[in-house]
Structure formats: structure tokens, C-alpha cells
């Protein structure tokens, strides 16, 4: 079974850059998350989905970020105009959340954003 | 706020000790508790978790206890070992419905042979 797949795993920009990161959930997969994870520090929940709605994206900087999953699958990560405080590895998850037995959180490799 | 909080960013700890890891968290709707494993480089992987109708789980060397009057759980790990060393996460979520899941900032582990 593939796991998370996230691309890029790396992203070098300039302040006021745009930038997307992409994610490809474990199959069957109906709940994606989005976590932002500074260095250092624990994931930040940034967004999720149960299929393609938006369930909490409460803690999304909406002004400059927009994360969307149109089809239940795939999802897009998109930072409008970065910030040097963006820097962070960006983690995409997903879960089954149809096992209520079964909660673990299956993460991919993360992207690792440096805003300059 | 912080949703999820622990108390000691970093622990150090001879081979072969006992050294427990403390998390606390604010919502008391939360009904599932987790540790996560964080090597350097690689993504956090689930270490043990424990749902809200038990108050300990224990899985070979590591023990979660849950104190949920305390809104408190903690990770118990027995004769340590050098691969231990890693980042732990604790996480915590609620599970009516959707699924949703906060971790705290982290306890960097060290263990010295």
C-alpha cells in the first residue's frame, strides 16, 4: 500500500513568492489534513477535510493561504504571498474515518518550505 | 489557544532509566489520546494511543496513563535505550463525527548510552 505522498519536498523562496505543496493521500483515505510545523515544534493544524469539505480550517491564515481538495482526493496547500515566519515543514496526513477503532494519522514526508 | 500543551521541551536520560513524558490539554470533549515518534528527518509515526474509556495502556516498554479529571496524560518509558532517542509528540482529538487531532510542541529525548 503507497503511503502519503507529498511533492515538493523542498521549497526555496523570496518573500512575497507564491507557492503550492500537494498531497496524495493513502487510498480510501476520506479525512486530509494539513499541518504546519515549525522548527522545533509540534505540527500546527492548519486545515482538514472529510472528503472534499473544509471540516476546521479555523486556524488557516486565510488572507495569504488556501488549501483545497475538490474531489475527496487529492489535495492543494497554496501560500499566496509568502512570509519569512511561513518557514516551516508543511505535513499532510490522512486517516480512515469511517474505522472509528482505527484513529492513527499516517503522515508523509512533508514539505520544507525557507522563505528568505 | 493551545490545545495541547507539554511541559519539558527536551529530557535527557541514561540507558536503561525510567523517564515519563507529561502532556496536558484544554478540551474535555477531547475522547482520544496518542504519542507520536519523531526520528530527525522523517515524519512523526504513532507510538501508542488510548481511547477516553481506559485510564492505561501499556505496549512492551511504553505505557500511556490518562487522567481525564486532570485533563492530563503522560508517556512511561522503561529501561531506555539509546533508539529511543527521538521527538515525542502527544496528540489529542475528539472523535464524534470528525475526526480531529492537536499536538503539542514536542519533548526532545535523549538517551546516553
Known amino acids: 500500500e503507497a503511503g502519503v505522498t507529498q511533492s515538493p519536498r523542498y521549497a526555496v523562496l523570496q518573500e512575497g513568492q507564491a507557492v503550492s505543496f500537494w498531497c496524495d493521500p493513502i487510498?480510501?483515505?476520506?479525512?486530509l489534513y494539513w499541518y504546519q510545523q515549525p522548527r522545533d515544534q509540534g505540527p500546527q493544524l492548519l486545515v482538514y477535510?472529510?472528503?472534499?469539505?473544509?471540516?476546521?480550517n479555523s486556524q488557516l491564515p486565510s488572507d495569504r493561504f488556501s488549501a483545497v481538495r475538490p474531489k475527496g482526493t487529492n489535495s492543494t496547500l497554496k501560500i499566496q504571498s509568502a512570509k519569512q515566519g511561513d518557514t516551516a515543514t508543511y505535513l499532510c496526513?490522512?486517516?480512515?474515518?469511517?474505522?472509528?477503532?482505527?484513529?492513527?494519522?499516517?503522515f508523509g514526508h512533508g514539505t520544507k518550505l525557507s522563505v528568505l | 489557544g493551545q490545545q495541547v500543551k507539554q511541559s519539558s521541551p527536551s529530557l535527557t536520560v541514561q540507558e536503561g532509566g525510567i523517564l515519563i513524558l507529561n502532556c496536558d490539554y484544554e478540551?474535555?470533549?477531547?475522547?482520544?489520546f496518542a504519542w507520536y515518534k519523531k526520528y530527525p528527518d522523517n515524519s512523526p509515526t504513532l507510538l501508542i494511543s488510548?481511547?477516553?474509556?481506559?485510564d492505561k495502556r501499556e505496549d512492551g516498554r511504553f505505557t500511556v496513563f490518562l487522567n481525564k479529571s486532570g485533563k492530563h496524560f503522560s508517556l512511561h518509558i522503561t529501561a531506555s535505550q539509546p533508539e529511543d532517542t527521538a521527538v515525542y509528540l502527544c496528540?489529542?482529538?475528539?472523535?464524534?463525527?470528525?475526526?480531529?487531532?492537536?499536538f503539542g510542541k514536542g519533548t526532545s529525548l535523549t538517551v546516553i548510552p
Open positions: 478540551n474535555d470533549m477531547f475522547d482520544y
Open positions: 488510548v481511547r477516553s474509556n481506559v
Open positions: 496528540a489529542a482529538g475528539s472523535n464524534t463525527g470528525y475526526q480531529n487531532f492537536y
Open positions: 496526513a490522512s486517516s480512515s474515518g469511517t474505522d472509528f477503532s482505527n484513529e492513527r494519522l499516517f
Open positions: 487510498s480510501g483515505h476520506d479525512t
Open positions: 477535510f472529510r472528503d472534499e469539505a473544509v471540516i476546521d
